[in-house]
Each structure stands twice: as structure tokens, then as C-alpha cells.
């Protein structure tokens, strides 16, 4: 299994020419989920909403999507009851 760290649109030149549809699939899905991720995050009261910073597209004959997301708590930003 190959994989390649994504984080500018130059990255995508590194998947081999026959890859690049069904990781441009892979990353349009992570995208959506990131973006339902951050409105959550939104409507929580978390001001600055999910920040994506880039994925790692495994080349594994899978549509196996894995997304890690990493939200910061800060009591700072919260309403008081």
C-alpha cells in the first residue's frame, strides 16, 4: 500500500495519473465531512470552527474513508449558564 501526505495542490502530483480520480473522490468526501464537522463545531460556540490542514490519501483498493479531527476546548469561548 502506497500513501501520500496531501497538503497543497501540488501533493496531488505525486499520485500516480490512474490514482488521481479516486483520491479526488476520497478527499471531495473528506471535505464534506470536515465541513459538517466544523458547522458543529460553529453551533457549539468553538469560534474558530475546524481547521484542515491537509490528509494522507492511502492508495489501498479500499472506499474506506478514515477522518481525524482534532477540536480545542477553551473555557474562554464558553456562555456561562
Not at 501526505?5 to 470536515?34: G, H, N, R, Y
Request: hydrophobic fraction near 40%.
Amino acid at each position: 500500500m502506497n500513501s501520500y501526505k496531501i497538503e497543497t495542490f501540488q501533493d496531488f502530483l505525486k499520485v500516480p495519473p490512474d490514482k488521481i480520480e479516486k483520491c479526488l473522490s476520497q478527499f471531495s468526501e473528506a471535505v464534506i465531512m470536515a465541513s459538517h464537522a466544523n458547522a458543529l463545531a460553529l453551533a457549539l460556540g468553538d469560534p474558530k470552527g475546524v481547521e484542515m490542514r491537509g490528509m494522507v490519501w492511502n492508495d489501498d483498493e479500499e472506499d474506506k474513508l478514515t477522518i481525524t479531527l482534532q477540536f480545542q476546548h477553551d473555557k474562554a469561548t464558553q456562555p456561562n449558564p
